[in-house]
């Protein structure tokens, strides 16, 4: 499988820990996101302007409290949702001269995308890992990983690049060690092992960022630190960018930078 | 892509799917079933009229018209006409070898007949030599080249009946040309005298099995005038029958009823109850004798003198009024002349030609035959003389069709609800598929798709069902007589004894583009519902 070439990184070298004024564009960067949710009559701000900036490479830990706003960012940041805009108006930020609400990939804003592109950007460009695994339950774990590659390519494309995008599949979820369970439901995995399979498929398509939202906070501690391991393991091997949120602080630490998301700011 | 796979395990792994082909199958066979036998029927209705009455009747009723055969050799002249023939159309009373008697249409017919109408292969009683489909168990008697002299044996040695009628047995083959003849050998004069064939269905001698075939009674009793009774072979081919018609004079009035014993040549199975049951077929000369329709001299009225006061002397020397009583020649009529066309012509382009060729006719015998413009309304295509009728089937099939599409529409809202709460169940999955860059538009195909393999799945399986049914629509008839008592298809009431039981492939067709459209249909706003769904809330969706 071959990867889009602009969107790889040269090296994949850990990134320097977070220093300040670091060269080169970020690849994945937010400016003044705002998010509220309408309950009702209440309207419940949960984003307040978060600005983030990830480098090409990078591993970034968003660690916030429950119910702080990290799914929502992460939605946003993987185009499955869009902030709210115009940014509410607010005198000091547009003096500031900042674009308001602005998710920009790769230097493109996600806003200018049509709703084809903004699909194409999630199936190409980004790959979800979820708490809760979120698996097709009625595909064995081979198809719920080759999907993404169905979405990808269309029928066609899929039918001439079957056998590839196969290989490939199988060799990713030999990886995490689940060779043996390709014809497997997901019921009858373990959840360490889903998750597993869910790594896979969101790897399935080479993405250059991964987004994973609690990726352990559903397995026990040990299965947790292995997935992490496999995590870090595919990233230094693949050279990915990632941003994953946590409420664990323990988790957090072993990201290259860790970003505190509280009142709906990052910090 | 990655629809196709879905609707596959979706299909595998669910009960509600199934629910849903189960629905589509039986909207599909229902209405499918009924469109084939309604259907069926009209078109055996139309292909039996033809078969029996050719494409086209020419007729002018009752007092007929003359020089018929001038007409007919001008219609086969025409290489869109294949044959015509002379027929006398009219009404009698017949009186059964067993007494008993009642009104009957009478035809005349010669041995033209069986070029125009399928006259030859509507006769019953002839030599076969493959049994009829369902009569599995060979039963039919005329599969036994020797039935007929063993019959005649038997019913020797038994003694009950004359020799008269003994010697009335005939092979198969005889009975079959008397049959085409309408004329039969006296066995104890020798002399071919004419004989009529009747509709298998009249006497009621012959008793029709379930596996299509006529079983011949063996004694029909008969009341004598002294009291008691004596027997009487129960073969009606055998006995003879008594006919009674109403010759009509100039002006239309009856001048008495004439009579006449005729044999029985064989008998004519159509398929058309109502023809089978009350049709007689003659000898068109004898016809043409008994309705004073033949050729002969007669009294004919003379037409009104010129000048109302011319005066002439009778032969006593008196002066008088001219007499308009004459003697004359008079050619034979025929009430009808039936035309067949070439193969494959359409009807009303051989009624076209009819017109024609009558026209000429009327010309060149002017005054002596209907006018062009009188015969115009009677020159007419079956299906047209009986527009009321096959008008009024298609109608009743139409409304039917109609009243089964709107019921099937239940199968719509089945569908719809099924296909809702599906969607409602698989919120998260469609939020998966979004967030691995799924767009609407695929999500909205994944269900109509799958609504389309549901409506092909159940449409395929319902048209199976309806073939299986109409095949067999007659035993399983026969069975719910049995079984409950229930006989739905009377022959008198809808003329044939059997149900129509074919079901054509085009009308397979279209019940099962109709079955894949209101799948179609009822998943088109679960479709909408699962495209418009927001990822995240979905992805939330507990
Ligand atoms: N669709 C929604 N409608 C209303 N409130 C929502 C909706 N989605 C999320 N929220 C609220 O937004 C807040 C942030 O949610 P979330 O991003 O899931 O936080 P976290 O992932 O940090 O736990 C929560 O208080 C949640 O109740
Ligand atoms: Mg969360």
């Known amino acids: 499988m071959t990867r889009t070439a602009p969107t790889t990184p040269a090296s994949p070298a850990p990134a320097t820990n977070g220093a300040p004024g670091a060269p080169a564009a970020p690849l994945l960067s937010a400016r003044s996101l705002y998010k509220t949710y309408r309950l009702g009559r209440v309207d419940v701000p949960v984003l307040r302007g978060v600005d983030l900036d990830v480098r090409r490479g990078e591993w970034v830990a968003v660690l916030g409290a429950s119910g702080s706003g990290k799914s929502t960012l992460l939605h946003l940041l993987g185009g499955l949702d869009r902030p709210d805009r115009p940014a509410p108006p607010s005198a000091a930020r547009a003096e500031s001269g900042r674009p308001a609400g602005r998710i920009a990939f790769d230097g493109r804003d996600l806003a200018e995308l049509s709703a084809r592109e903004l699909d194409r950007y999630r199936s190409e460009s980004v790959g979800f890992v979820f708490q809760f695994y979120h698996l097709l339950p009625e595909l064995r774990v081979l198809e719920n990983v080759t999907i993404a590659a169905m979405v990808r390519y269309g029928r066609f494309g899929f039918a001439r690049r079957r056998a590839e995008v196969e290989d490939h599949a199988k060799a990713l979820l030999g990886s995490f060690g689940l060779s043996h369970r390709l014809g497997h439901r997901p019921a009858e995995l373990s959840g360490g092992e889903r998750q597993r399979v869910a790594i896979a498929r969101a790897l399935m398509n080479d993405p250059p960022v991964l987004l994973a939202d609690e990726p352990t906070g559903n397995l026990d501690h040990a299965t947790g630190e292995a997935i992490l391991d496999e995590i870090a393991r595919t990233r230094y091997a693949a050279g990915l960018t990632m941003v994953m949120v946590t409420h664990d602080r323990e988790i957090a630490a072993r990201a290259d930078r860790v970003v505190r998301l509280t009142d709906g700011r990052v910090a | 892509m990655y629809q196709s796979l879905l609707t596959r395990r979706y299909l595998t792994s669910k009960i509600m799917p199934l629910l849903a082909i189960l629905a589509v199958m039986l909207c599909s066979a229902l209405v499918l079933t009924t469109w084939s036998i309604m259907g069926g029927f009209l078109v055996m209705l139309l292909k039996i009229g033809r078969e029996m009455e050719g494409d086209v009747s020419i007729s002018w009723p009752t007092v007929g018209f003359a020089h018929y055969e001038r007409l007919i050799e001008k219609l086969e002249s025409d290489p869109l006409i294949d044959a015509a023939c002379p027929v006398i159309e009219t009404f009698g009373v017949i009186v059964l070898p067993d007494d008993r008697q009642f009104g009957v249409k009478i035809k005349g017919i010669d041995e033209r007949f069986a070029r125009v109408a399928a006259y030859e292969q509507s006769i019953w009683w002839k030599p076969i030599s493959e049994p009829l489909p369902k009569d599995r168990a060979r039963e039919d008697v005329r599969l036994d080249p020797e039935w007929w002299s063993r019959r005649a044996r038997m019913m020797a040695s038994d003694g009950r009946i004359d020799a008269a009628e003994i010697a009335q047995y005939r092979p198969w083959e005889q009975m079959l040309a008397d049959g085409l ?107 043409q004798r008994m309705l004073n329709m033949d050729e002969a001299e007669r009294l004919v009225e003379a037409p009104p003198p010129a000048d109302p006061y011319a005066t002439e002397v009778d032969p006593d020397g008196r002066e008088r009024a001219p007499q308009r009583a004459a003697s004359g020649i008079e050619p034979a009529r025929v009430t009808t002349v039936l035309v067949k066309g070439a193969p494959g012509t359409d009807p009303e382009a051989v009624r076209a030609r009819c017109l024609e060729a009558y026209a000429a006719f009327a010309r060149e015998l002017a005054g002596r035959v209907p006018s062009a413009d009188q015969m115009h309304r009677t020159i007419q295509t079956w299906e047209r003389q009986q527009a009321t009728f096959i008008g009024a089937v298609k109608r009743e099939i139409a409304m039917v069709l109609f009243l089964l599409l709107f019921i099937s529409f239940v199968a719509v809202f089945l569908i719809l609800a099924i296909f809702w709460s599906m969607v409602s169940e698989k919120t998260k999955d469609i939020g998966v598929l979004r967030s691995i860059g799924a767009g609407r538009l695929g999500v909205a195909w994944l269900w109509l798709r799958y609504g389309v393999v549901i409506g ?75 495209a418009r769904m927001d990822p995240v809330r979905a992805l939330r969706f507990e």
């Open chain 2, 456 to 530: 092909v799945a159940g449409g395929v399986l319902g048209s199976a069902l309806a073939h299986a049914v109409v095949w067999n629509i007659n035993p399983i008839h026969e069975w719910l007589g049995r079984a409950l008592g229930l006989v739905i298809w009377d022959p008198s009431v809808y003329y044939f004894p059997e149900i129509p039981h074919e079901v054509i492939p085009w009308k397979a067709g279209v019940v099962l583009l109709g079955g894949v459209a209101f799948s179609v249909l009822g998943a088109l706003i679960p479709a909408v519902k699962a």
């Open chain 2, 181 to 287: 003849n309408l004329r039969e050998r006296d066995p104890m004069t020798g002399a071919v005298v004419p004989a009529v064939v009747l509709g298998i269905e009249l006497s009621g001698f012959s008793e029709r099995l379930p596996n299509g075939t006529y079983a011949p009674a063996d004694i029909a009793g008969r009341r004598v005038s002294e009291g008691g009774f004596t027997l009487k072979s129960g073969f009606i081919p055998n006995g003879s029958v008594t006919l009674t018609v109403l010759p009509m004079g100039p002006s239309g009035r009856a001048v008495g009823a004439v009579s006449a014993r005729l044999p029985v040549a064989n008998e004519f199975r159509t398929g058309l109850f109502e023809a089978d049951k009350n049709t007689v077929l003659i000898r068109l000369e004898e016809l």
